[in-house]
């Protein structure tokens, strides 16, 4: 069975960066399509970044776009995202997602329901 491990969530100050992880373990992260949402309080759980099954392709919510790098270490079977010029409304839970069986290699997805496999989400808090 498939398991995704979030971790690297925590509280900086606006403007800075982290580094989240996502470890896969039950399967290579080379053989999924990965993806990461984020939910904020009170709101819906949203697309931030997905990574296709290839590793060659990625895509980017607008609001993160410029400012994160989505990308996989397949000896770690870890994808990562990787943010910078964090704000405050950045603030939220961010979760992986992890999907097998992509059409073709090079697919992109950013609904959620195209997700086969959920972490436990790690909080991200960025003060002003």
């Known amino acids: 069975q498939v398991q995704l491990v979030e971790s690297g969530g925590g509280l900086v100050q606006a403007g800075g960066s982290l580094r989240l992880s996502c470890e896969v373990s039950?399967?290579?992260?080379?053989?999924?399509?990965m993806g990461w949402f984020r939910q904020a309080p009170g709101k819906e759980r949203e697309f931030v970044a997905a990574?296709?099954?290839?590793?060659?392709?990625?895509y980017y919510a607008e609001f993160i776009k410029g400012r994160s790098t989505i990308f996989r270490d397949n000896a770690k079977n870890t994808v990562y995202l990787q943010m910078s010029s964090l704000k405050p409304e950045d603030t939220a839970v961010y979760y992986c997602?992890?999907?097998?069986?992509?059409?073709?290699?090079?697919?992109?997805?950013?609904?959620?329901?195209?997700?086969?496999?959920w972490g436990q989400g790690t909080q991200v808090t960025v003060s002003s």
């Open positions: 039950g399967d290579t992260v080379s053989s999924h399509a």
């Open positions: 997602a992890g999907r097998s069986g992509s059409q073709t290699i090079s697919m992109i997805y950013t609904k959620e329901e195209r997700y086969n496999y």
């Open positions: 990574l296709s099954e290839s590793g060659g392709h990625t």
